[in-house]
């Protein structure tokens, strides 16, 4: 159990690394000088592995409370990924992150994508910032929170024509990894396009 939680966080770690990396090609204005050629070799290859896009219009939205928050491709940073850990072992999510760089969200399942699919959610985090210093407020998938059940990530559509991917989410998030922690239902639709 230990190692499979280990497993989950580490995948999400790197979709979330993905989407960081994501947000800074999104945001032309944004320039590092002096920026090494090794270090874009690098960042472009996480976009040229098979499986993994870049959607260039299309809408992810995420509802927490009362609240919808609402990622823009032709604005913000919405990347859908496949993991291959193993021979035996793969993960696809959607991360996402705003232009602002203060509103990141990722969510993730085990095995291959294809469309007309229902799948178990492995990893999930929510974060929205008031500053750069502390997320005013952080919510992720908890071992403790006493769920059997992390939701499901239905994908109607996946990688036809122009669509990228299209369908919606639930799963229960914590704002801490504590045993008395409450959790709270994320609910989403995702709607992306490749062109």
């Known amino acids: 159990m230990r190692n499979r939680r ?7 770690f790197a979709i979330s690394l993905l989407a960081v990396t994501t947000s800074c090609q999104k945001d032309p204005a944004v320039t590092e000088p002096g920026a090494s050629k090794t270090n874009i ?25 009362d609240s919808t928050y609402t990622f823009d ?14 021979d035996k072992t793969s993960y696809f999510g959607i ?13 993730s399942s085990s095995g291959f994508v294809y469309s007309n699919i229902n799948r178990s959610i492995a990893g999930g985090q929510f974060l929205l910032s008031a500053d750069d210093k502390k997320p005013a407020l952080q919510l992720s ?26 369908g919606a989410f639930f ?21 992306l396009q490749l062109r």
Do not use: C, W
């Open 95 to 107: 991360t996402a992150i705003n232009k602002e760089h203060n509103m990141s969200f990722g969510i």
């Open 73 to 86: 491709a032709t604005k913000d940073s919405i990347a859908f990924i496949n993991v291959r850990v193993d």
């Open 41 to 65: 070799a690098a960042d472009s290859s996480l976009f040229s592995s098979p499986g993994n896009f870049l959607a260039v219009s299309g809408t992810l939205k995420v509802k927490y409370n």
């Open 141 to 166: 998938l908890s071992k403790y929170s006493g769920q059997k059940d992390f939701g499901n990530i239905n994908v109607i559509q996946y990688n036809q024509g122009k669509e990228l991917a299209k």
């Open 6 to 12: 280990f497993t989950n966080l580490l995948i999400f």
């Open 171 to 191: 799963t229960f998030l914590a704002k801490d990894d504590k045993a008395n922690s409450p959790f709270y239902k994320v609910e989403g639709t995702f709607d």
